[in-house]
């Protein structure tokens, strides 16, 4: 039974950071493509990052480059998605993914994707 769960939302003023966790369960971050996704109301999820550790390999969606940064324990079981210099507009609940179908690129893609967080909502004002 695969459970992936995300920790680490809440509330900024602009300009502050967050990081955020997802720990997984039942699942290997170790050898897997795992991202990390939003959506904010009225909008399609979309894509933020995604890691494969085993290659070191990321992929950042082109609004958050520079700004997010995706990692991961392999002792931990966890990915974490440390955002910084936050806007209104990340204003989302943002969601962790597992066992991408693919690599790189096309694992921003949400339908790509197996199994989801529940989410943890970032807000920022």
């Known amino acids: 039974h695969v459970q992936l769960v995300e920790s680490g939302g809440g509330s900024v003023q602009a300009g502050g950071s967050l990081r955020l966790s997802c720990a997984a369960s039942?699942?290997?971050?170790?050898?897997?493509?795992m991202g990390w996704f939003r959506q904010a109301p009225g909008k399609e999820r979309e894509g933020v990052a995604t890691?494969?550790?085993?290659?070191?390999?990321?992929s950042y969606a082109d609004s958050v480059e520079g700004q997010f940064t995706i990692s991961q324990d392999n002792a931990k079981n966890t990915v974490y998605l440390k955002m910084t210099s936050l806007k209104p507009e990340d204003t989302a609940m943002h969601y962790c993914a597992a066992d991408c179908t693919g690599g790189g690129r096309w694992c921003l893609i949400p339908r790509n994707y197996n199994y989801w967080g529940q989410g943890t909502q970032v807000t920022v004002s």
């Open positions: 890691i494969f550790n085993r290659g070191g390999s990321t």
């Open positions: 039942g699942y290997g971050v170790r050898s897997a493509y």
